[in-house]
């Protein structure tokens, strides 16, 4: 069979849940990412999911990406999808200093739920357009990156500024873990699923420096 037929055809699929408080950005960034439009309007999510496939460094990647509700009736959602997600982008707005603290709960319950320090995650401050209305220095949430070892983006979703590179951070992470060859010895599975399934979770994880990148 020709192998070129087969080229484009994505080798990996991740689960990217997108995570932070009511109004920060979040379905606006992810339909930015899947769809490059903007969206004025505010329409509070409840759930929405997309698919999309990305190029990361060459390698074809199949996202499925979980735009989640920030509004505070809709948590009791989050364990379910804290359980499926591979990868967290957590965003808050850098015009509300809030929502930089309920980052904090929400890291909290994903380390919890997923049992490991180490899952790949990339904070995102977004709104970094309204610098008349900054609440969050750069500096402060880069410090609280670090203790999280996490990179650290200032993104808009309104003018594109690393929307893309919020995504693809988090994609290297996960296509790291999943490369990483004594993976294969940590690899266990859930209780009573088929080990031909591709849902797997990993214990031992690798840890990279934070980064912070400014606009
Ligand atoms: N200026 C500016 N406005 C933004 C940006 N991102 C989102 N907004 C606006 O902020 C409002 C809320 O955006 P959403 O993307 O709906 O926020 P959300 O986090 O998905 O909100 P929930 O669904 O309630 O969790 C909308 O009016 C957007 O137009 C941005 O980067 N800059």
Avoid at 17 to 42: D, M, P, R
Avoid at 161 to 177: G, I, K, S, Y
Wanted: net charge neutral; glycine share 6%.
């Amino acid at each position: 069979m020709p192998s070129s037929r087969y080229a484009y055809q994505p080798s990996r699929e991740f689960h990217v849940v997108v995570l932070g408080a009511g109004g920060v950005g979040k379905s606006c960034l992810t339909a930015q990412f899947v769809h490059n439009e903007w969206i004025e309007s505010y329409d509070p999510t409840i759930e929405d999911s997309y698919r999309t496939q990305v190029s990361v460094d060459g390698r074809q990647v199949m996202l499925e990406i979980l735009d989640t509700a920030g509004t505070e009736q809709f948590v009791a959602m989050r364990d379910l999808y804290m359980k499926t997600g591979q990868g967290f982008l957590l965003v808050f707005s850098i015009t509300s200093r809030a929502s930089l603290q309920e980052l904090v709960t929400l890291r909290d319950e994903i380390i919890r739920i997923k049992d490991d320090e180490n899952i790949p995650i990339v904070i995102v401050g977004n709104k970094a357009d309204l610098v008349d209305q900054r609440q969050v220095d750069r500096a402060k949430a880069f410090a609280i990156s670090q203790r999280w070892n996490a990179p650290y983006y200032e993104a808009s979703a309104r003018t594109r500024t690393n929307v893309d590179e919020v995504f693809v951070d988090l994609c290297r992470q996960m296509l790291r873990r999943d490369d990483a060859p004594d993976n294969s010895q940590d690899l266990y599975y859930d209780k009573g699923e088929d080990p031909s399934s591709s849902r797997r979770r990993r214990k031992r994880k690798h840890k990279h420096g934070p980064r912070c990148t400014i606009l």
